[in-house]
């Protein structure tokens, strides 16, 4: 079967660093994709990773162990407009010739408090 | 912006009728693939269409059916609409070069609202 596992919610302060990390079961892997939405706006791609190891960009990191099924996202210097779901998504590679099926856990709600 | 823009933003609708919604896809984007998000959750694959087929679909019913037209513009249908419908349905677009990594870019969506 296919399974995506995140936190639901987590909460942390303007400026700190923060951890949302994702696991997956999934029948094939091509590659882990980090979204990021804010209510009632279109996902907005932040990351991809498809090799082990650690992605930087800007402000934004993601890291992925495929031995572990497992990939976090790390946010440092957070921003109050950093609030928001955070979507971590699996391409399925029985798709792989053709843009790829993205099979998504069910978010994170980052809430950044002052 | 991700140049990808889905009609109509919000829509409502009774149980039984049909609807149709519209994406059109960022320029040179050759593949449009189609989300239902349920309201806490993550967005659930229903198909995508590349070069105007159906290229993969879903655990979602028939009733669920779309089309893409030459300028690679797309559509979803539903009909028979159930209340379970009622979700933001989000169109992505990308770019097929037969490599992995082909980046979806998402609309907004539109909210249905099934009475």
């Known amino acids: 079967g296919q399974n995506i596992d995140q936190p639901t919610e987590m909460t942390a302060t303007e400026g700190a660093i923060v951890q949302i990390n994702c696991t997956y079961q999934t029948s094939g892997f091509n590659g882990l994709f980090w979204y990021q939405q804010h209510a009632g706006e279109a996902p907005t791609f932040l990351s991809y990773?498809?090799?082990?190891g650690l992605e930087e960009k800007g402000r934004f990191s993601s890291f992925l162990s495929r031995s572990k099924g497992y990939s976090y996202l790390l946010l440092k210097e957070l921003q109050m407009k950093d609030s928001a779901s955070y979507l971590c998504?699996?391409?399925?590679?029985?798709?792989?010739?053709?843009?790829?099926?993205?099979?998504f856990g069910q978010g994170t709600e980052l809430s950044v408090k002052p | 912006e991700t140049g990808v823009t889905q009609s109509p933003t919000h829509l409502i609708k009774t149980r039984g009728q049909q609807v149709t919604l519209r994406c059109s896809s960022q320029?040179?984007?050759?593949?449009v693939s189609w989300y239902q998000q349920a309201l806490g959750q993550g967005p659930q694959f229903i198909f995508q269409y590349y070069r105007e087929e159906e290229n993969g679909r879903g655990n979602f019913p028939p009733r669920f059916s779309g089309l893409q037209f030459p300028n690679y513009s797309s559509e979803l249908n539903v009909n028979a609409l159930e209340l379970d419908d009622s979700a933001l349905y989000l169109c992505?677009?990308?770019?097929?070069?037969?490599?992995?990594?082909?980046?979806?870019?998402f609309g907004a969506g539109t909210r249905l609202s099934v009475l």
């Open positions: 998504a699996v391409r399925d590679p029985r798709l792989d010739n053709q843009g790829g099926k993205l099979i």
């Open positions: 990773n498809v090799l082990d």
């Open positions: 992505a677009s990308s770019l097929t070069s037969g490599g992995a990594g082909n980046i979806q870019y």
């Open positions: 320029s040179g984007h050759n593949t």
